[in-house]
């Protein structure tokens, strides 16, 4: 590209931009600023095309230099020769701010760029840290816990719903059972002595006898083993009939078998690993 055609490339955006910043202004007038002029000038070797800003009483308030991307001089903002004429425009702001000596002036300008440099490299410090911090995130395994969580909050209120809360939605009436702490067992159904009696053995040490829970009929006592594997224990109420009872079971049977393929499910959606799927099944 000429000369001329880059320098026509300028002037044609430095005009886009001022009619836009013009509408701006004239839309905000609690801005400082008022208008946008193109100015061209003399710098130390070729002329510039400058987009200025203009406050109150036509004070200067932004100078800007435009240098196209695709050109030779746009292509870097270390080009010699913009750096030359970038110092030159800076004394040159500095001489408007009244700073009338010229060794002072060199100073600031030192001094404006060692500051601005140091700026933007701590900047960039704070990027690369992030960055590092990021990666790191990443690469660290989520505990069991932390994926539960995950997994707990898009389930629906009824998947949400505790064991207790649910057993006491299908009951009305009934009889009321104290189920105990502790591990519990239940006799074959072909036990001659206590097919109906759930036995909870708690881990204190030594010899403990396990304590004994009576239930009414077969499927009272399957229940309450039902409900006692998840670790629930406390009064819960159950239905007095045989019959009730065995349909509260099978309810209760495919309520549990449902939520162990779903927790299992997505357990696996977490993680590969056979035991941490496991836990984070057991888990939810």
């Not at 001094?111 to 690369?128: D, H, K, P, S, W």
């Not at 840290?129 to 990021?134: D, N």
């Not at 045989?242 to 779903?262: H, S, T, V, Y």
Request: aromatic share 6%.
């Amino acid at each position: 590209m000429s000369e001329r055609d880059t320098r026509t490339h300028e002037v044609t955006f430095c005009s886009r931009v001022k009619s836009w910043a013009d509408a701006l202004f004239a839309q905000h007038p609690e801005w400082p600023f008022r208008r946008a002029e193109i100015e061209e000038s003399k710098a130390i070797k070729r002329k510039r095309s400058d987009l200025r800003i203009h406050g109150d009483a036509g004070k200067l308030i932004l100078a800007g230099e435009v240098k196209m991307p695709g050109t030779l001089e746009g292509r870097s903002p270390y080009n010699p020769d913009l750096v030359e004429d970038r110092r030159a425009l800076d004394l040159a702001v500095f001489e408007l701010l009244v700073v009338a000596d010229a060794k002072e002036r060199e100073a600031l300008c030192d001094e404006l760029y060692r500051e601005t440099a140091a700026y933007f490299r701590q900047i960039r410090m704070v990027e690369i840290q992030k960055q590092e911090q990021r990666t790191r995130a990443e690469g660290r395994e989520f505990r069991t816990d932390e994926l539960a969580a995950d997994l707990w909050d898009p389930l629906t209120d009824d998947e949400k719903q505790p064991l207790g809360q649910w057993l006491a939605a299908q009951t009305t009436g009934g009889k009321s059972f104290a189920i105990p702490e502790g591990h519990a067992s239940l006799p074959d159904a072909n036990d001659f002595l206590d097919p109906n009696t759930v036995f909870f053995r708690q881990s204190t040490g030594g010899k403990a006898k396990p304590q004994r829970l009576p239930l009414p009929s077969r499927s009272h006592a399957e229940t309450i083993f039902m409900l006692a594997q998840p670790g629930l224990h406390g009064s819960v109420r159950l239905p007095e009939t045989e019959n009730a009872a065995r349909d509260l079971q099978q309810q209760l049977d495919a309520r549990l078998a449902g939520i162990a393929e779903k927790a299992d499910h997505l357990a696996r959606s977490r993680t590969s690993d056979e035991r941490k799927a496991a836990d984070l099944a057991g888990l939810l």
